[in-house]
């Protein structure tokens, strides 16, 4: 017996002798079992714990019945306190059945537990496959008996960061072209080979999270030429191969829904408390967390009078799409298109979105704008509302409607719509505070008349064209697939649905068409000249599915009266060399309003790679006077931003004749080109005697010589070589290391070192290291923590003990104390304020605080300031460096490449040339424990109370 067929029997064995049949109801009654709901709808508990634990992710099959996957083992490195639920032979898969149909799940059972599953974080269940994502691979589970117990377990594609991380491997779904479609998060690097042997890479500077998380690597290019950075959005066929990237740039987009159009819609969630997003996907669009090779954080590239959204994601640089919709505060999850009019037609569309840090699913109606989309958004379902009351939280030890963590959403075929509640105290910063693992599944129906799962037949053509149409995402996929292995045998039958008064199963129907021969295909191409434009782009994107040669399409819509089928136009001519897509080009350009974001990307992708022979052919045509372009040129040139445009760009930069915000435009497409033409023409408006362009150049000069611009004038160190001051710190170190010296001269060295800010640098690595003897310990704690370097002071609290602090903080009794926000202010301002920013107030070091009761009720704030290290925000994790001149660093990784630049714990970044530093280590949180600060308990609920009072948007 092989090693394969062992393990299958073993994961059958697991998978029957844990099936836990019918269940007692034995989850308690909750206070957030209340979900506030639109008018007209109600929300049932339909399965609770024990039936499931920790749930991350689901899929609903045609029987109705739910797929779970369970995240019991979820950060054992960082949750492993005595009496937590665990399972030793590794997650699980769980099937979740109402076999009564009364409404609630009556009965569960586990599919699978397998020690390849760490923290899944998706699953998608397609005819007997059960498809589950978790980091580093995706691994196919085969059901060839229909006993709902694995037959055969295959990994269908691995090396995906994000092992054990929330920003890994999520789930995937089925497009409405028959390929499939996930995304993973920016916890790389991706390096995965599909089944044709094309190679991915991905890649960035983002590492940390877990200790799986250490290396990354920015700028990797994949077989396609291409530089993807990041989190990617990726399409796949179902045999494994045709792997391709639809999208890249994301922080953690958690999940992708795509409508039966083919729009692709995602959310992202952020480094702050304010700036989480939800959005369409263009294809082939740049989202902007990450610099473009994935080299520099956000942070980095901050630009004076920016906006942190406008940051965040890049805004104002050419080549990145529009963010979308600014949700604020929040931890982003699950994500689906609602595609059914059993709840109302004032629901069929609707875009739903969870946001577990929020306590909400967001719904959003969706209309067309221009080549993109205007997002109309509100709250779907909610355990909080937004009244007074609900705001009075600092009177309350625990808020548990806010316990109301939805990690997924999904639709049923009964077209009820189905939530995962994860349910705990806080989200996100690797940690979890609920020991017991409680979850439970909402389902969300109409009061007035109750929805069924109807019995699909799928041995015939119009069982399967009933599948094709059902509100299920992934059921749709099963009849689509049965469908179109008849080939021309159904084309009557599918060709009845372009009738159909309901206008997403037509488009269904579309895709189809197009994969069922030749006449298909014909019939489809008819549909280019339908007087509805979502229908036209549907036929277009059907056709570009299945042809070689796309041109002849494109050239029928490219002078389409609807922006939106003009950018598809556009998308699809990336690829195509420009000896054949040049008059294509050329006439798009010309439809481009000078407005649209959307279509002005679109024609960026057009023009990838093709941006030097299309600048003069713009020059030509719209005029070589740089002072006199138009909106349409001046945005042209800012978005493909050739070299060539160098003068021309300086000059519309240097100009007073121009407005400001198109100055501005100029020196940004400037700053955007790698060549020392452009560093030298930025040189020479540093020299302007208007002060908004000379500060304006000065900044991007500075910048740019840290990265993009390092080649044409060195970085020097910004750290501060003084090599009498080295030498009397060697001198001081060698003399603390003496064991021939006295105890009380050994002291005097130590206590000098600890007073001295690059002293107390050197003292902090040697205690990292653990190379400072036992006995001098004491003695440096007497000194270190009056060190003039904040820095200093603050790491110095996880090596050595402060004189005087022997302070623990009760969170049980914190928590039962009244706090006065008016007080807390004021200890914000003194203690806080110099890294923490809140309501407009103080500086951006730390993250942003404006909306962080939005995330955590009183004890999970309070817990976050008195344990600062149990779980720190992604992208705060400091670093200490060491270069070979002895200086040594403490701050925020902001860029890494041939230059390092750290942000500080005041403010200010320091740039390192790579190559002069010894040593780098990722260390704790720069937040003081407040007992170093000689916090009282009455200040720490004091200003927990004041940050739990605001609300600012």
């Known amino acids: 017996m092989n090693n394969s067929m062992i393990c299958m029997l073993l994961l059958a064995a697991a998978s029957l002798s844990l099936d836990t049949g019918h269940l007692p109801e034995t989850a308690p009654a909750l206070p957030s079992d209340t979900l506030h709901l639109p008018e007209g709808l109600e929300a049932t508990v339909w399965a609770a714990s024990p039936m499931l634990f920790n749930p991350t992710n689901m899929d609903i099959d045609h029987k109705g019945r739910i797929w779970v996957t369970e995240a019991v083992n979820y950060r054992d490195f960082n949750n492993h306190a005595a009496g937590k639920l665990r399972h030793p032979a590794g997650d699980r898969i769980m099937i979740l059945e109402d076999t009564d149909h009364d409404g609630k799940a009556d009965r569960s059972k586990v599919f699978v537990e397998d020690t390849l599953l760490r923290s899944p974080l998706g699953i998608a269940v397609i005819g007997n496959k059960v498809i589950v994502s978790c980091s ?57 080979t599909d089944k044709a042997g094309w190679h991915l890479r991905s890649g960035s500077l983002y590492t940390g999270g877990t200790p799986y998380n250490t290396t990354n690597e920015p700028g990797l ?106 949700t604020g505060a929040g931890a982003p999850t699950g994500i689906v298109v609602y595609e059914s009019d059993a709840l109302g037609p004032q629901f069929a569309g609707m875009l739903l979105s969870a946001d577990a840090g929020r306590n909400v699913i967001f719904g959003y109606h969706t209309t067309p704008q221009g ?9 779907f379902a909610t355990s909080v509302t937004a009244s007074t009351e609900d705001y009075k939280w600092d009177a309350q030890e625990t808020d548990e409607r806010k316990w109301f963590r939805p990690s997924d959403v999904a639709v049923g075929p009964d077209g009820a719509i189905y939530i995962a509640d994860w349910y705990d105290p806080i989200v996100g910063g690797h940690a979890m505070h609920d020991s017991t693992g409680i979850g439970r599944i909402y389902r969300i129906a109409p009061k007035d008349h109750p929805l069924t799962v109807p019995a699909i037949d799928f041995q015939h053509t119009a069982g399967q064209i009933q599948a094709l149409l059902s509100p299920a995402v992934n059921v749709r996929y099963s ?135 299309i600048y003069p052919l713009l020059l030509a045509k719209y005029g070589y006077n ?107 170190r060698d003399k603390m290391l003496n064991n021939t010296l006295s105890v009380a001269s050994r002291q005097a060295a130590a206590t000098s070192l600890a007073k001295d800010s690059s002293g107390g640098k050197m003292l902090i690595q040697m205690a990292i290291s653990k190379q400072l003897p036992e006995s001098l310990i004491p003695t440096i704690g007497n000194s270190i923590f009056s060190n003039p370097d904040q820095s200093v002071r603050v790491l110095a609290g996880d090596y050595f003990k402060k004189p005087g602090v022997a302070k623990t903080y009760a969170i049980s009794q914190l928590s ?8 807390g202010k004021k200890v914000f301002t003194a203690v806080c304020a110099s890294c923490h920013k809140a309501a407009a107030q103080g500086n951006d070091v730390g993250p942003e605080l404006t909306r962080i009761r939005t995330k955590f009720d009183k004890n999970g704030l309070l817990d976050a300031i008195v344990n600062p290290n149990a779980a720190i925000v992604f992208g705060y994790e400091p670093w200490l460096i060491t270069t070979r001149q002895g ?31 010894t040593s780098r280590k990722k260390t704790g949180t720069l937040m003081p424990d407040p007992a170093t600060l000689h916090l009282t308990e009455q200040q720490l609920t004091d200003v927990t109370a004041y940050l739990m009072s605001l609300n600012e948007e």
Not at 277 to 290: D, H, K, Q, S, V
Not at 371 to 379: D, L, P
Not at 486 to 508: C, F, I, M, N, Q
Not at 889 to 894: A, D, R, S
């Open 136 to 192: 580093p691979s995706v691994i196919v589970y085969t059901d060839e008996d229909g006993d709902d117990r694995p037959d055969k377990r295959e990994i269908f594609l691995t090396g995906f960061g994000g092992l054990d991380h929330d920003h890994g491997l999520h789930a995937f779904t089925a497009g409405p072209d028959g390929r499939f479609y996930f995304n993973t998060g920016n916890a790389g690097p991706h390096k995965v």
């Open 221 to 326: 290019k994949s077989d396609d030429g291409r530089v993807w950075t990041g989190g990617l959005a990726l399409r796949i066929r179902p045999d494994g191969t045709s792997l391709s990237v639809v999208g890249h740039n994301f922080r953690n987009a958690y999940e992708l829904a795509l409508d039966s159009y083919g729009n692709m819609w995602q959310n992202d969630n952020d480094d702050q408390v304010v700036t989480c997003r939800t959005t369409w996907l263009m294809e082939g669009g740049n989202a902007g967390y990450f610099s473009n090779d994935g080299s520099r954080f956000w942070q980095a590239d901050h630009r004076p009078g920016q906006s942190n959204f406008t940051a965040h994601w890049h805004q104002e640089d050419p080549g990145v799409i529009p963010a979308g919709d600014n």
């Open 371 to 379: 080549a993109g989309y205007a997002m109309s958004r509100f709250n």
């Open 479 to 613: 009849g689509f697939a049965l469908l179109q292995a008849k080939g021309a045998a159904v084309l009557p039958e599918v060709t009845a649905l372009l009738d159909s008064p309901h206008p997403y199963h037509r488009a269904r129907a579309i895709w189809l068409l197009a994969q069922l021969g030749n006449q298909g295909i014909q019939k489809t191409a008819t549909l280019l000249t339908h007087p509805d434009n979502i229908v036209r782009i549907t036929a277009f994107r059907a056709l570009k599915a299945v042809s070689a040669d796309i041109l002849p399409y494109a050239r029928q819509l490219v002078n389409d009266t609807a922006a939106a089928v003009r950018r598809e136009v556009a998308i699809a001519l990336r690829d195509v060399p420009f000896a054949q897509s040049k008059p294509l080009i050329l006439t798009l350009i010309a439809g481009y309003d000078g407005q649209d974001r959307w279509y002005l990307e679109a024609l960026g992708m057009a023009a990838d790679g093709k941006a030097a022979q």
């Open 626 to 732: 740089p002072l006199l372009w138009d909106n349409r040129m001046a945005n042209l040139v800012w978005r493909l931003h050739p070299p060539a445009a160098v003068a021309a760009l300086e000059k519309r930069a240097g100009s007073r004749q121009l407005k400001p915000d198109q100055q501005k435009a100029a020196m940004t497409a400037l700053a955007f080109i790698t060549s020392k033409r452009a560093n030298q023409a930025m040189t020479r408006l540093t020299l302007q005697k208007d002060t908004v362009i000379k500060a304006t150049a000065t900044w991007w000069l500075q910048f740019r010589q840290s990265n993009d611009w390092a080649a044409y004038k060195p970085v020097k160190d910004t750290l501060q070589n003084d090599s009498q001051l080295a030498s009397k710190i060697k001198a001081l």
């Open 816 to 823: 039962k104390m009244k706090g006065y926000a008016d007080n």
């Open 887 to 917: 200086n040594t660093v403490y701050g925020f990784l902001q860029s890494d490449g041939k230059n390092v630049v750290l942000k500080d714990i005041a403010g200010k970044r320091i740039i390192i040339p790579a190559a002069d530093i």
